[in-house]
DNA sequence: TGTCTCACG
DNA sequence: ACGTACGTGAGACAA
């Protein structure tokens, strides 16, 4: 089977060009479009395994479209130099991986790809077109697919008919009628003025084509538009005439011109390592291993310490230095898993350690809790806990591989061990995946293939330690991994360990009356709607709702109706049902998510252990997972029963609730230096009124209900990094009010409009932004040149100093607060922490001074020009904690 | 596995 | 005209 994919050169130049920041390789050449090109290039042999395939690039700057439209593409910008001398090296890139590229002096890419993709496609040969322009929509059939390219260059997403009639609601042929009537101001293509994509799209589902539209320009709705239209008929004809990609262009070669060849890894190797792709060239090892069946090449020396005995000649090893530490667990999850066995490198030779060969020596337990023998592991939090959980507390633990790389670039997912070597330049190791096999077939390895797995992993730690911190010198972050996340990771260690005891039987009566109350939502559903039908199924709630009832449909996903909460409000005054439904969400979401499931997660000591995962957010801030215990229902009374269960493990303790008031808002008032929101805080003012009071220009007397709510939402969307848009549906607003308010604030807080605006310039600068304790987040995005991206980016780029700053402050607190209540020799404990709180159980002996404490530890954890001011409940419940 | 929905800060 | 509020995790459904 043949299976053609062809490429807009251009395009996807392009969008890699724009997407990625300015890298430079050592010799001066900017490469940030040939670095985003080859990995699509890699990403889609890789999947798609195409046995033909071609890349086209336009050619010349005039082609047979100018004769019929000068302005054609007469709004372009210059192609900016940096992007211009990539392109030589784009072809160079092709040539290496032996595709054909191909340009036609008058025709513009387009057109070869469309008259290649017409050809195939009648074939009957599977065509796959990748482009980041969307007018390639028309090329689509039977045969011919569209990747489009979504978010940078490798994020794509996949188009055939019906996937365009879903988006659109139009043909493939119909796509050129949508520009002819919307035009295109990227090609300079005018359409009919005031017409977008919604006019047109409402007009193109009634008359199918540009012709047909102007044919019945009387029965359009509304006389302007009629105008509009009869006035532009002939720009419409010529619009739709310049978009339609011309499928005829003369070739003088078939598709048999463009097989593949087998490739040529070696002089894609050396292509690489020219061009310095470190990251890519581990990526054609890989594959090259993978296409011939092997694995990455693992030529660890292990030498494993099958007994006691031979752990005699490790002594010397413990103590000759930095010694790197892997431990294996049976499982992900620490708190459930045993250990199978230790792998140890001294960086050349690694010994494995069977478990039950480990625990017996006294030399192994000594070392692993000497502070003074250093020890550097990948997961230093989980390495505490699974030792922990075997008597052995682990110290000297001097360098932790999963933090530092999350610390290098917190955006990344791609954290195991095997892909942070890769990252950064060192000699790669197979993935546990490869290992272990994935999903239903993943197995447990035994014998030698197990230590030797381990022995590479202990080895790599070893190796890329210097590396990454090296890199972390250069980006100034050892600080903050040094003094925050590191001592952090034992904190949490300790706190997942506690855990937080559950009072069962209050969660069985909750269970049960919720139980009963789902039951009975249940049933007066059925018998409004007549038939009984899966509540929790969207789509038979959709069609129940909209076809059987007959509600109107005011919002629609990519798969049908929406049937979201907001939605389902704005139609509860149409039908009792409605109400009906949104209760029995939310009464579902408390039994399945709150009930049943805490309940699987209850351990035999009667409590929840869950998981604080210090690398996930790309912000700095923690989350929790098995079970989640940062999402815990407060908001509606019903929900907020469930706190209840959370009680102390101890009989006569507390439990303690101290949270940051306004902490994000505080952070805000800091950064920006803004006059006005200090002075606010400085006055300790509640500030969804203050903001009310200055944003309306009215006395505090004078602040209505709706007044704060709307200032609230306002300060919200401040952090989130405001639009109008954003905040007009946050209070239900038209945008053009919302927008109004936002001007209002902007004028009352200047500072702060100067900080929305210098941050998203340094970020467009640097490509990165910063806490304030220099956690950093690079935002590729900020230089895309779609709208939708280049947004993100910037909101991105407003809300993470802030949101990152909160995180930073409330960690360093816990780290601060953990080693107060050591020296006092307090038996208090910290639980819980949920991004601005922190959750605690305390004797009662202990109450006062533990209140005073953590508020004055919370309070002074990292002095800005505002207070921080902590809010501070104990009761014998976390509901009562309020 | 992806999508939708909804819980939290 | 463009088209999203910032950051998460989990359960249910539908392929």
């Known amino acids: 089977m043949s299976k053609l994919i062809l490429v807009d050169g251009n395009s996807i130049a392009y969008r890699a060009f724009y997407a990625l920041p300015l890298l430079t390789n050592s010799s001066g050449i900017h490469t940030n479009a040939v670095y985003g090109f080859a990995m699509m290039l890699m990403k889609i042999l890789e999947e798609e395994k195409p046995t033909h395939m071609l890349v086209a ?6 082609t047979f479209r100018h004769e019929s439209y000068q302005e054609y593409k007469g709004t372009r910008q210059k192609t900016p130099g940096e992007l ?22 008058n025709y513009e890419a387009d057109d070869i790809i469309g008259t290649l993709a017409k050809a195939s496609g009648s074939q009957g040969v599977e065509t796959l077109i990748v482009s980041g322009d969307k007018d390639l929509l028309q090329l689509v059939d039977e045969h011919v697919r569209l990747l489009l390219t979504r978010k940078g260059v490798t994020e794509t997403e996949s188009y055939d008919i019906p996937a365009i009639k879903e988006k659109y609601g139009l043909t493939p042929a119909q796509i050129i009628d949508l520009k002819g009537l919307m035009g295109d101001s990227s090609d300079n293509i005018p359409g009919i003025p005031g017409v977008g994509e919604k006019t047109a799209l409402k007009l193109l589902a009634k008359f199918p084509t540009v012709e047909e539209v102007i044919a019945h320009v009387d029965e359009l709705p509304g006389k302007k538009l009629q105008e509009k239209v009869r006035e532009h008929q002939e720009q419409a004809l010529l619009s739709k005439k310049l978009a339609t990609i011309y499928t005829e262009v003369p070739l003088d070669f078939g598709l048999d011109h463009l ?11 050396e292509f690489f390592k020219k061009m310095e792709f470190k990251t890519l060239l581990s990526r054609v090892h890989k ?66 350690l069977p478990w039950e060969v480990a625990e017996q020596s006294d030399a192994v337990r000594g070392w692993l809790a000497d502070e003074e023998r250093d020890k550097l592991v990948y997961d230093m939090k989980k390495t505490q806990i699974v030792l922990a959980n075997k008597g052995i507390i682990a110290a000297g633990l001097t360098f932790d591989v999963l933090l530092a790389a999350y610390l290098l670039d917190p955006s990344e997912s791609q954290l195991e061990l095997s892909d942070i070597v890769s990252r950064y330049g060192n000699e790669p190791i197979p993935a546990d995946e490869d290992v272990y096999g994935k999903g239903a077939k993943r197995k447990a390895i035994t014998g030698e293939t197990l230590a030797r797995h381990l022995a590479a992993k202990a080895k790599a730690i070893h190796h890329v330690t210097p590396v990454l911190k090296q890199e972390l010198a250069k980006l100034d972050l050892d600080q903050l991994l040094f003094e925050l996340e590191m001592p952090l990771a034992s904190v949490l260690a300790e706190m997942e360990r506690q855990g937080v005891f559950i009072d069962q039987a209050r969660l069985e009566e909750l269970g049960v009356e919720l139980k009963q109350s789902l039951d009975r939502l249940e049933q007066e559903i059925y018998e409004l709607a007549g038939v009984t039908f899966n509540i929790n199924s969207p789509k038979q709630l959709g069609e129940i709702l909209f076809d059987k009832l007959g509600l109107p449909v005011l919002k629609k996903t990519k798969t049908g109706y929406s049937t979201s909460a907001d939605v389902l409000e704005k139609l509860a005054p149409q039908h009792e049902i409605v109400d009906k439904i949104l209760h029995y969400r939310q009464v579902g979401k408390l039994y399945s998510t709150y009930i049943e499931g805490l309940k699987k997660e209850i351990g035999a000591d009667g409590k929840i252990h869950t998981r604080f995962n210090q690398t996930v957010t790309a912000t700095g801030r923690l989350s929790s997972t098995e079970p989640n215990l940062q999402n815990i229902p407060i908001r509606m009374e019903e929900g907020r029963r469930i706190r209840q269960v959370f009680i102390p493990s101890e009989p006569g303790w507390h439990i303690l609730a101290a949270d940051y008031s306004q902490i994000e808002l505080r952070v805000l008032a800091h950064i920006s230096e803004d006059e006005q929101l200090q002075k606010a805080f400085k006055e300790d003012k509640d500030i969804h009124t203050q903001t009310a009071m200055d944003v309306f220009g009215v006395a505090e007397d004078e602040v209505t209900p709706l007044m704060r709510r709307q200032a609230k939402a306002v300060n919200f969307g401040i952090v989130y990094g405001i639009s109008g848009f954003g905040l007009a549906r946050g209070l239900d607003i038209p945008q053009k009010e919302a927008r109004e308010f936002i001007d209002r604030y902007f004028e009352t807080f200047p500072g702060v409009k100067r900080y929305m605006d210098s941050i998203v310039e340094r970020a467009r600068k640097d490509g990165f932004v910063t806490t304030l304790s220099g956690r950093r987040r690079y935002l590729p995005a900020i230089n895309a040149k779609s709208f939708g991206e280049r947004s993100f980016a910037e909101r991105t780029a407003m809300n993470t100093p802030i949101q990152g700053t909160a995180a930073d402050i409330i960690k360093l607190a816990m780290v601060k607060l953990a080693q107060a209540m050591n020296e006092r020799k307090l038996a208090s404990r910290m639980l819980l922490q949920v991004h601005d709180e922190l959750i605690f159980e305390v004797p009662e002996a202990e109450l006062e001074e533990m209140k005073e404490l953590v508020v004055a530890v919370m309070e002074d954890a990292l002095p800005l020009s505002v207070p921080l001011s902590v809010d501070v409940n104990s009761g014998k419940t976390w509901y009562e904690a309020k």
């Open 57 to 62: 690039f336009d050619a010349g700057k005039t």
């Open 84 to 105: 211009a001398e990539q392109i030589p090296l784009v072809k160079e890139l092709l040539d290496v991986f032996q595709i054909p590229a191909y340009e036609k002096e």
């Open 259 to 269: 097989q593949l060849p087998e490739r040529d890894t070696e002089r894609i190797v």
């Open 287 to 352: 594959q090259d291993h993978a296409e011939k069946g092997e694995a990455v090449k693992n030529e660890v020396d292990v030498r494993e310490v099958a007994s006691l005995s031979g752990l005699e000649e490790m002594v010397d090893v413990f103590n000759a230095g930095s010694l790197a530490l892997f431990i294996e667990t049976s499982e992900d999850n620490p708190h459930h898993a045993d250990i199978v066995g230790l792998a140890i490198s001294d960086g050349q030779t690694q010994w494995y």
